[in-house]
Nanobody, 115 residues
Framework: QVQLVESGGGLVQAGGSLRLSCVAS????????MGWYRQAPGKQRELVAE????????KLADSVKGRFTVSRDNAKNTAYLQMDSLKPEDTAIYYC????????WGQGTQVTVSS
């Protein structure tokens, strides 16, 4: 089993920044990618960003390119999502995930961007 604990959400004004953290614990040998999805009210869950374990390659949704950065610290089993130049449309619940033999999910953290 893999456990994911997220932190770092909150309320911020448009143009501001937040950093989300996701700490993984448990059986981590099979995990090869970590990242975030988000889900806004009335909308489908959307992949925001992900980063691979082996070479650190990243993938970002077009809607966040140039504003969000995903990174990880393997020594701390932690992934980070740095969100800059936030917009009201970034308001959503952000879910950390880890992919291995199965998909594992964090509890979700609310990000609210006011205009």
């Amino acid at each position: 089993q893999v456990q994911l604990v997220e932190s770092g959400g909150g309320l911020v004004q448009a143009g501001g920044s937040l950093r989300l953290s996701c700490v993984a614990s448990g059986r981590l040998l099979s995990i090869y990618v970590m990242g975030w999805y988000r889900q806004a009210p009335g909308k489908q869950r959307e992949l925001v960003a992900e980063i691979t374990n082996n070479d650190g390659s990243t993938k970002l949704a077009d809607s966040v390119k140039g504003r969000f950065t995903v990174s990880r610290d393997n020594a701390k089993n932690t992934a980070y999502l740095q969100m800059d130049s936030l917009k009201p449309e970034d308001t959503a619940i952000y879910y950390c995930y880890a992919r291995g033999l199965y998909m594992y999910w964090g509890q979700g953290t609310q990000v609210t961007v006011s205009s």
